[in-house]
């Protein structure tokens, strides 16, 4: 398939529930309304970290449902904001959203795998929003794993994994 993106890699960051699928983002005394705001900072952080690794789309997976739509408006316009102050246009180049329905979390991943590759993406980094510590560093030793490979997976530093 012919590739329409700009990039042969794509960073596919999909944000998962707080509580999803038997797991939970267990913080200790976090919770609540702190646990989302820490959350809503995880996924910023990870697509920050994103737009610092050339040569690679970044791809934004959420639940297509009210909460979530709110959730990914507050990380974009935060993150327009913050390029605009410095004159890049990172976001609107290389970033997109994508909705999806409500599917466990395993279904889901495959989904973003399956559609990264039909459209054309050559070297696909799935990553969750629960891996905040995944740095544009971590993320461009992958890309070049992935030259030599067919698939990479690598530890994070709170014992997530991409």
Request: contains cysteine; aromatic residues 8%; glycine residues 6%.
């Amino acid at each position: 398939m012919t590739n329409m993106n700009q990039n042969k890699s794509v960073i596919a960051i999909c944000i998962q529930e707080p509580v999803e699928d038997g797991t939970n983002m267990d913080l200790g005394a976090i919770q609540g309304d702190d646990l989302r705001f820490l959350h809503q900072a995880f996924i910023t952080d990870t697509v920050r970290n994103a737009s610092k690794v050339t040569g690679a789309d970044i791809r934004l997976y959420h639940i297509d449902e009210s909460e979530r739509k709110r959730l990914v408006k507050i990380v974009t316009e935060y993150l327009n904001e913050k390029s605009a102050k410095k004159k890049t246009d990172v976001l609107k180049d290389r970033f997109s959203l994508h909705p999806m329905e409500r599917e466990r979390w395993g279904i889901r991943i495959e989904k973003v795998f399956k559609e990264c590759f039909e459209n054309g993406y050559e070297n696909v980094i799935v990553v969750g929003s629960r891996t905040p510590t995944y740095s544009a560093k971590m993320m461009q030793a992958t890309l070049r794993m992935l030259e030599k490979s067919d698939v990479v997976f690598g530890p994070t530093p709170e014992g997530r994994y991409y």
